[in-house]
């Protein structure tokens, strides 16, 4: 229930979020809303229902028609195909966030650690129309009104993020901001499953316990066990400037270049060498919130012009920032620019990047690297681990083609779908990982052509998008070495035909029985209580996890350590045991929406009460303050 006020509230914080700019007006926003609408990141169907009944303005309904239609599809079963997994995703880029929101609509829990607290990047990535269709079924355009407004295929990938980072946080998607991931932490068998080492250290992010791992940290990938292959072609330097857009009339009148390679028009680029001196063998130009374009350099020209200082055969010294003039490179960049656009934008100004500085950049893409095999599994402890990795982790895209967003989302899909595999207790571990390499095989060769026609029915199911699947290129066989386990059952495993409609509909008992690591393990329950607790004396009393309940004081004191404006712990002293449960149920009940399972009186005792039904609760306290 919501009093009328906090209804105003709660509309008037949704409608800032949508029109929010920054991550942390994002985050803060949707933490505020949430809190006023008791409402925390959460599966889907525990989250999203819940806001929509509680978020009715117009702009609302609208969103909410879209992500209803897109929920609707049956591959999400409703919400439900992956029930009980627990999904880690490294890295809030473009795919990131991609992946977590598919993984959010099949029914996972899923949290997304994002290292950087800004987002800043002005470079404008190409949209294949396919990309287009699918951020528009998200709602981009609720959030971003110029959003691909008429023949546009192109956004930042600033706004890129923002957009899929509010649709994220709106279906339940759980998101930290300045932390980084380090490792995964295996478990050891004290209860625990698999976990991640973050910085900061304490993070609330390190006691989350999953079963599905994406990469999707960008290029330089930090996930261990992974073998990239590299690709080297011949020297390739890029260089991208941003420029600001204050929208004149001459700006308005500047034509786009939506890719000049020096084949097609070999004029353009003899007339640019002859009257600059700028040797390019490609430009791009999209005008988007700044003007931004991208153009590959020939290296002569770039050392006649001052910008490199010393040739080097080795392409990392050639352009480190020692061997390179930042001031020529501005000019560079700047009087490539002008010509390309006739000299119609005589003032341009530079945009400024993440440090502050003027936004020009220059990459190497003489090699580009590649992860051989998308995923990889691990299992220890009877807690089992799938791990992905998507976007540029997976497969770096070489910019001035503009595949990287593009490839990078079917490569979130191919993940997702992946995921919604391996949340069927039923499929084999080697089959799931086979399917999985069979249709990474496709995703360097895929291009706006050759993909399924109907951009508007692709979901994570491969077949909706790749005209020749074939899901059994790679044998289970051949996928042994990304299997490590410390089980070889596991290589036992028959390997049938993969099942993909959702695992809890069809096999409820198999799934509790072979999935660990999402089920409540006491003993884990246990020890997280013991280590947040660690400072009470009363924490040696806690033998085992009814100890919890039976101790009287645990509860109340976990509201405390997390809480302090909820409770006065010092004044529950005088009371008997019973009573401080009792307190500490209230507060949950009114402030966290955890319905109450016992009395007081019953939970000092729990000879009556069912364990499954105390554990379940202990767990979801658990899971309440782990977000704090
Ligand atoms: P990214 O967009 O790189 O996102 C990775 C995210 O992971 C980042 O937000 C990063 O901060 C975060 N991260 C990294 N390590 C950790 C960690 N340990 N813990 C937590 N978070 C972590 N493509 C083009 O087509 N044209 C361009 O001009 C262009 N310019 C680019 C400029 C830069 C500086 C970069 C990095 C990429 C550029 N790209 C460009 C590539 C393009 O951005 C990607 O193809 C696209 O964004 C999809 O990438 P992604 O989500 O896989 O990775």
């Known amino acids: 229930y919501l009093t009328e006020q906090e209804a105003i509230a709660a509309s008037e914080l949704f409608d800032l979020f949508c029109v929010a700019t920054t991550m942390r007006q994002i985050l803060g926003l949707h933490r505020d809303m949430c809190d006023i609408l008791g409402l925390r990141p959460a599966p889907i169907n525990e989250f999203y229902p819940m806001l929509k009944a509680k978020i009715r303005s117009w702009k609302a309904q609208a969103l909410w028609k879209k992500f209803d239609a897109r929920a609707a599809h049956r591959v999400y079963a409703k919400g439900t195909a992956c029930n009980g997994t627990h999904v880690l995703v490294i890295g809030a880029g473009p795919c990131g966030l991609r992946t977590a929101i598919e993984a959010q609509l099949l029914g996972a829990k899923v949290v997304v650690l994002e290292k950087r607290d800004r987002i800043t990047r002005n470079n404008v990535l190409h949209l294949w129309p396919f990309v287009i269709t699918?951020?528009?079924?998200?709602?981009?355009?609720?959030?971003?009104?110029?959003?691909?407004?008429?023949?546009?295929?192109?956004?930042?990938?600033?706004?890129?993020?923002?957009?899929?980072?509010?649709v994220a946080l709106l279906l339940g998607v759980e998101i930290h901001e300045n932390v980084s991931f380090e490792r995964t932490i295996e478990p050891s068998g004290d209860?625990?499953?698999?976990?991640?080492?973050?910085?900061?250290?304490?993070?609330?992010?390190?006691?989350?316990?999953?079963?599905?791992?994406?990469?999707?940290?960008?290029?330089?990938?930090?996930?261990?066990?992974?073998?990239?292959?590299?690709?080297r072609g011949k020297l390739a330097i890029a260089i991208t400037a941003n420029f600001i857009n204050k929208k004149t009339e001459a700006e308005a009148k500047a034509e786009e270049i939506s890719g000049v390679a020096f084949i097609f028009n070999q004029s353009f680029f003899k007339e640019l060498y002859e009257k600059t001196g700028i040797d390019l063998e490609n430009i791009v130009y999209y005008k988007d919130e700044t003007h931004y374009f991208v153009m590959t350099a020939k290296k002569h020209s770039l050392i006649d012009k001052g910008v490199i200082l010393q040739d080097f055969s080795?392409?990392?010294?050639?352009?480190?920032?020692?061997?390179?003039?930042?001031?020529?490179?501005?000019?560079y960049a700047r009087e490539a620019a002008e010509f390309s656009t006739k000299y119609q934008m005589p003032n341009l100004e530079f945009a400024v990047n993440h440090y502050g500085k003027p936004d020009v950049a220059m990459f190497d893409f003489t090699s580009m690297f590649a992860a051989e095999t998308s995923c990889r599994v691990m299992l220890r402890h009877g807690h089992r681990l799938l791990q992905c990795l998507v976007g540029d982790s997976l497969l770096e895209p070489f910019w001035p083609t503009g595949s990287g967003c593009a490839r990078g989302f079917l490569s979130s899909m191919d993940a997702a779908y992946a995921t919604k595999l391996w949340s069927n207790p039923r499929n084999s571990i080697m089959g799931v990982v086979a399917q999985?390499?069979?249709?990474?095989?496709?995703?360097?060769?895929?291009?706006?052509?050759?993909?399924?026609?109907?951009?508007?029915?692709?979901?994570?199911?491969?077949?909706?998008?790749?005209?020749?699947?074939?899901?059994?290129?790679?044998?289970?066989?051949?996928?042994?070495?990304?299997?490590?386990?410390?089980?070889?059952?596991?290589?036992?495993?028959?390997?049938?035909?993969?099942?993909?409609?959702?695992?809890l509909a069809e096999a409820p008992a198999l799934l509790r029985k072979s999935r660990r690591s999402t089920d409540i393990v006491p003993e884990a329950l246990l020890?997280?209580?013991?280590?947040?607790?660690?400072?009470?004396?009363?924490?040696?009393?806690?033998?085992?996890?009814?100890?919890?309940?039976?101790?009287?004081?645990?509860?109340?004191?976990?509201?405390s350590r997390f809480r302090p404006d909820l409770i006065d712990y010092s004044a529950t002293r005088d009371l008997t045991l019973a009573?401080?449960?009792?307190?500490?149920?209230?507060?949950?009940?009114?402030?966290?929406?955890?319905?109450?399972?016992?009395?007081?009186?019953?939970?000092?005792?729990?000879?009556?009460?069912?364990?499954?039904?105390w554990l379940h609760y202990l767990n979801q306290v658990r899971e309440v303050f782990r977000g704090e």
């Open 191 to 231: 209860g625990f499953g698999w976990r991640a080492a973050v910085t900061p250290a304490d993070h609330v992010v390190s006691y989350y316990e999953f079963d599905v791992l994406i990469g999707a940290d960008g290029k330089r990938n930090t996930l261990e066990g992974f073998k990239r292959k590299e690709f």
């Open 579 to 613: 009573e401080r449960n009792e307190v500490a149920f209230r507060i949950l009940e009114a402030e966290y929406q955890l319905p109450r399972i016992m009395s007081g009186e019953k939970s000092v005792d729990l000879e009556k009460v069912d364990t499954r039904h």
């Open 134 to 166: 699918d951020l528009r079924n998200l709602g981009a355009k609720k959030f971003y009104g110029k959003f691909c407004a008429g023949s546009i295929d192109h956004i930042s990938i600033r706004q890129l993020q923002i957009i899929l980072m509010k």
């Open 527 to 559: 020890h997280w209580v013991c280590t947040q607790l660690h400072m009470y004396d009363f924490v040696k009393e806690l033998q085992e996890p009814a100890d919890i309940l039976k101790n009287g004081k645990s509860l109340c004191a976990l509201i």
């Open 314 to 331: 080795d392409p990392a010294e050639l352009l480190a920032s020692a061997n390179v003039s930042a001031e020529k490179l501005l000019d």
């Open 436 to 503: 999985r390499e069979s249709i990474y095989r496709l995703l360097n060769q895929t291009t706006p052509e050759n993909l399924q026609r109907d951009t508007g029915s692709y979901t994570v199911d491969p077949a909706s998008r790749y005209p020749n699947l074939n899901r059994t290129a790679v044998s289970p066989y051949q996928v042994k070495t990304l299997i490590d386990s410390d089980d070889p059952k596991v290589f036992e495993q028959p390997i049938a035909e993969i099942i993909t409609t959702p695992a």
